[in-house]
Structure formats: C-alpha cells, structure tokens
C-alpha cells in the first residue's frame, strides 16, 4: 500500500544550524517540511524509496543502493560556497534492506530499464550519503523505523532529458506497480529542486524562463496535467531544474494511476526554487 507520493527539495540551508549565520529565508521550507516530518510520522511506512538526482549516480545507468546502513552527516557550510564545509554538526544513521533492494533492482530490470547495483566493500558496511538524499532524510521521524531503499538517476539526464521521458515514465509507473505488488505500507520521496537560474549572482547565472519555470511547478503541482507538464519540459534547458527527471516520473505515475494533492508549498529563499509536495493516488 502507497501511503503518499512527495517530491521534496534538498537545499541543505533549510535545516536550521546548517548556513551560519542562519538563513531566515528558509524558514517558510523548514516549518513546510516539518509538516512532513508529523504525515510521515502519521503514515508510520515500513518502507521508504527515495529517487534522487543528487548521490551516487553512473553516466548512463540508473543504480539502486545494495546497502543495510545509511550515514548522513551533517555540516556547516559557507554561505556564499555551498560546497566548502565546516564544522560537523549531526550524524544520523537509517536502516536500508537489501534483500528488497535486489528484488526491486531485479523487477525495474525485468521491465528493460537500464539498471545496476551500487555496494561499497559490503552490504553491512554503511554507505555515507550526499545532500540529494540527507536532506529529504533529516525530516523522517527521529525514532523512524522504516527501511530505506534509494535510486540514483545517470548524470546524462542533463543533456539527454527529452529522449529518456518514455523511459521516465516507465521507472515512475514500475516504481508504483513494485510497491503495490509489495504489500506493504511505502512512501515514495522524488528529491529535487526547480530551477537554477533565478540570480545573476547565482552559480548558473540569470535566465527569464526561470520564474516561468517555477509558476508552471507551481501548478502542475496542483493538478499533474500533460499540457502544464509539456510546458515544464520546454524550459528546462535554461532553467535548468535538477527536479526535471522526477517530475517526469512523477506524469507517468499521473497518467497511469492519477495523483491528488494533499499539501504545496513554494519558495524562492535563493538562487534555485524549491517546493514541497503530497499527493494520495487516485485509485
């Protein structure tokens, strides 16, 4: 059973502590995501899959995480380089499985997706992660007893995203019929962000399209259509969302099985746009 569908972002100055001084303009995202944190405490999932752009990713193939432990570590970071760190601050750990990895690694093969497995030195051996996946993580109930699998999207969806939507569709649709087919409680997480080019100052420069860009999120988050979708696809090029590959996912689980939105809120506290989503299928 899928308690819910979200599509999370993982700008890391939304959790408090981690931008000294403290960001402020995150706070909208934080107190969004911490919403989060009470339905998912609500759902109580046995199992949660998170799809990220942002972790372990290969050039041309998808990767599922072989993994019995998660570590994700929290730092401070600079405020004007969001890649130079400092001092710790948390450690977190999250339980994975990986014998429902292999069979969800097996089925995505079955249906001729372009999969492969990703184990560093041992199953047991805890495999730290990346900001695509830690941030979306910090909001899972502290005491969370969920196991964790995670999918990593190939680094060429930058430059080959119109020719892999069927494939995007299918992963999204094969990901749902997995977990239906499962029987157990899932909650699905899409991290990702929206577009990057809002700033001059910001590392990818300023481009028009990108509050275009967002606006059509804004309401394709609403209500999932084709036409409002097609839009999105259209500017991705100079907006340049790194999102992209799970909302295409997330219009081949609309089109199949329909989603309904339980919760939206958007943001723009820097250079990238950022918006917490729910849906329920609407099945």
């Not at 909208?28 to 759902?43: C, F, G, P, Q, Y």
């Not at 372009?114 to 047991?124: H, M, R, V, W």
């Not at 300023?206 to 084709?226: A, Q």
Request: aromatic share 12%; glycine share 6%; charged share 25%.
């Amino acid at each position: 059973m899928i308690q819910s569908i979200y599509f999370l972002p993982h700008g890391m100055q939304i959790i408090p502590r981690i931008e000294n001084p403290v960001n402020t303009k995150f706070n909208k995202l934080h107190d969004a995501m911490e919403e989060i944190r009470n339905k998912l405490n609500e759902e109580d999932p046995e199992y949660v899959i998170l799809i990220t752009p942002h972790g372990f990713n290969l050039q041309n193939q998808y990767l599922i995480y072989l993994h019995n432990e998660f570590d994700g570590n929290y730092y401070v970071i600079n405020e004007k380089e969001s890649v130079v760190y400092g001092d710790l601050i948390e450690s977190r750990k999250w339980s994975g499985d990986v014998m429902i990895s292999h069979s969800l690694l097996n089925y995505l093969e079955e249906m001729k997706l372009d999969f492969n497995g990703l184990t560093l030195g041992y199953p047991d051996y805890p495999l730290t992660l990346a900001w695509g996946e830690t941030v979306p993580l910090y909001y899972l109930p502290k005491d969370c007893k969920s196991k964790i699998v995670i999918i990593g999207i190939p680094r060429s969806r930058h430059e080959k995203i119109n020719e892999i939507q069927d494939e995007l569709c299918v992963l999204g649709q094969s990901i749902v019929d997995f977990c239906l087919k499962l029987k157990k409680k899932v909650s699905i997480i899409f991290s990702g962000d929206l577009s990057h080019t809002h700033l001059e100052t910001g590392p990818y420069g300023f481009h028009e399209s990108s509050k275009e860009f967002d606006s059509f999120v804004k309401d394709w988050s609403e209500k999932p259509t084709k036409d409002v979708f097609n839009k999105i696809l259209n500017l991705q090029k100079t907006a340049l969302a790194c999102g992209i590959a799970g909302i295409s996912m997330l219009q081949g689980i609309h089109d199949k099985y329909g989603l309904k939105n339980q919760f939206s809120i958007y943001d723009l506290p820097t250079y990238f746009g950022m918006v917490v989503n729910q849906w329920k299928l609407d099945v």
